[in-house]
């Protein structure tokens, strides 16, 4: 399990797991309005038999980087503006770090969960995951972890609990991106969905090329999501104008299938198939497909499932 942060200034932060691998080059989307309440008023002063301290640091998008090394740059890939860090005592039991970030619209908050996320449970916010001493979930426009510093202090239901209090404080409705729906459930890997914006973090699940053959950036909304047999992948970006879209499949074509001419199918030099087409304001994009008409036939489904969410 790998998790988008690292805590510097507390070294015996669980939470600090794993360092992103990907390096992030450019920043992320535009600013988002700001809470209309303080990130401050939605963490309790007491959960159960824990007491906050009195001390709560803030980051924002340009001093993320005081908290959190490079892989501050996931969270600026979306529209995350501040993030609040507040510690839980009680006693002889393991303090807790809970992490509280606004990440501007529900959809991104959804996206920053989705961007490690290798299983999901419900009932706390839209969804969230818990493995071994760490909970994250995201909530609305909210994504919050919760870390024990010392796991043999504490048990499992201490995190929960605590995740379900501060639950209850954020506002309740939590909305998967509906870009989401276009994803076609035959042969998908289950939880493998990513819901992201910019190049970078298409290269870091697939690196599709240096340059951004896609015009991938803050305007543009993608879904990205891997199908079995082997090791097939769907790409879906909505622009914002159906010429936008235009514009990047010709850049596409130009720049990852040279050879294919007319055609929107090329055999690429692992033996398998990229496929890619225009429908609106959406480019459908599948690579290393194993055949042809698997290819097709991913691709086909997809463009149904967009006529029928978005007609």
């Given at each position: 399990m790998t998790w988008p942060f690292l805590n510097q200034k507390t070294a015996r932060s669980r939470i600090a797991l794993v360092l992103w691998t990907v390096v992030f080059l450019g920043c992320g989307t535009s600013e988002a309005n700001r809470p209309m309440a303080s990130l401050n008023d939605l963490l309790p002063d007491r959960i159960d038999a824990w007491n906050r301290s009195d001390?709560?640091?803030?980051?924002?998008?340009?001093?993320?980087?005081?908290?959190?090394?490079?892989?501050?740059?996931?969270?600026?890939?979306?529209?995350f503006s501040e993030v609040v860090v507040a510690r839980y005592s009680a006693g002889e039991r393991s303090d807790v770090l809970v992490e509280l970030f606004d990440m501007g619209t529900p959809d991104d908050a959804y996206g920053v969960f989705s961007y490690a996320r290798e299983e999901e449970e419900a009932g706390i916010g839209g969804g969230y995951e818990?493995?071994?001493?760490?909970?994250?979930f995201w909530q609305n426009r909210y994504y919050v972890c919760l870390a024990m510093d010392d796991p043999t202090l504490g048990s499992d239901a201490d995190l929960t609990e605590m995740a379900g209090a501060i639950s209850e404080l954020l506002p309740a409705e939590s909305?998967?991106?509906?870009?989401?729906?276009?994803?076609?459930?035959?042969?998908?890997?289950?939880?493998?969905?990513r819901y992201f914006h910019l190049h970078q973090s298409l290269n870091y699940y697939y690196y599709l090329a240096?340059?951004?053959?896609?015009?991938?950036?803050?305007?543009?909304?993608?879904?990205?999501?891997?199908?079995?047999p082997g090791a097939t992948?769907?790409?879906?970006?909505?622009?914002?104008?159906?010429?936008?879209?235009?514009?990047?499949?010709?850049?596409f074509k130009a720049g990852y299938?040279?050879?294919?001419?007319?055609?929107?199918?090329?055999?690429?030099?692992?033996?398998?198939?990229?496929?890619?087409?225009?429908?609106?304001?959406y480019v459908v994009v599948v690579l290393d497909a194993e055949s042809e008409s698997a290819a097709e036939?991913?691709?086909?489904?997809?463009?149904?499932?967009?006529?029928?969410v978005f007609d």
């Open positions: 001390s709560t640091d803030s980051y924002d998008r340009e001093t993320i980087f005081d908290y959190i090394n490079g892989a501050g740059e996931v969270y600026r890939s979306y529209a818990h493995k071994g001493d760490v909970l994250c909305i998967r991106p509906n870009l989401i729906d276009v994803v076609p459930p035959e042969g998908l890997v289950h939880l493998s969905e240096r340059d951004n053959l896609l015009n991938l950036g803050a305007e543009t909304d993608v879904v990205f999501a891997r199908y079995q992948y769907l790409a879906v970006v909505r622009y914002e104008t159906e010429s936008h879209a235009a514009g990047a499949l010709v850049s299938m040279p050879d294919a001419g007319s055609a929107d199918m090329q055999m690429t030099e692992n033996g398998k198939f990229v496929m890619c087409r225009q429908t609106d304001r036939t991913l691709l086909q489904g997809t463009i149904a499932r967009i006529t029928r």
